[in-house]
């Protein structure tokens, strides 16, 4: 495993570790990866980069989303404060903890409807064998 790439930017597909996700969809049953591709995806449902989920609606679903960590992530995370708005929709969403971030403050921290669960340890994205370089946290837009 390329651990340089693991710790820059330069890969944004890291799978979803699979117990992680079993855990939150026991919770909250999901109905759509917004940001998957044929061999990533945990939901039947799913966007891949070609269907670009940013433009896609949500509406009605339970959205599980682990967004490219690259710059767009800021794109990502009020995608899913816009969409949650819509009825019957919740979206849950993976991202690094980066409590300094103007994505953070203005869609995430001290919002209506959102709560923040951060997680101790360091997950294991994809098949990697070493732990993230950075803490996450799951956000929940209801």
Known sequence: ????????????????????FNQLDSEFHFTLDPCANQS????AHYFTETDDGLKQS???????????YGKAIKDWVKKCFEEA???????????????????F??????????????IRGR?????????APFPSMVVIFR
């Open 1 to 20: 495993m390329n651990t340089e790439v693991m710790f820059s930017s330069k890969a944004m597909d890291w799978a979803t570790p699979q117990d992680f």
């Open 40 to 43: 990533n995806h945990k939901c």
């Open 58 to 68: 949500w509406g009605g679903q339970t959205v599980f989303c682990n967004p490219p």
């Open 85 to 103: 708005k819509q009825p019957n929709t919740t979206v849950v969403l993976l991202i690094p903890a980066r409590t300094d971030t103007a994505y």
């Open 105 to 118: 403050h203005d869609y995430i921290y001290l919002k209506p409807n959102v709560e923040i669960r951060f």
């Open 123 to 131: 997950l294991k994205f994809g098949d990697g064998k070493n732990s």
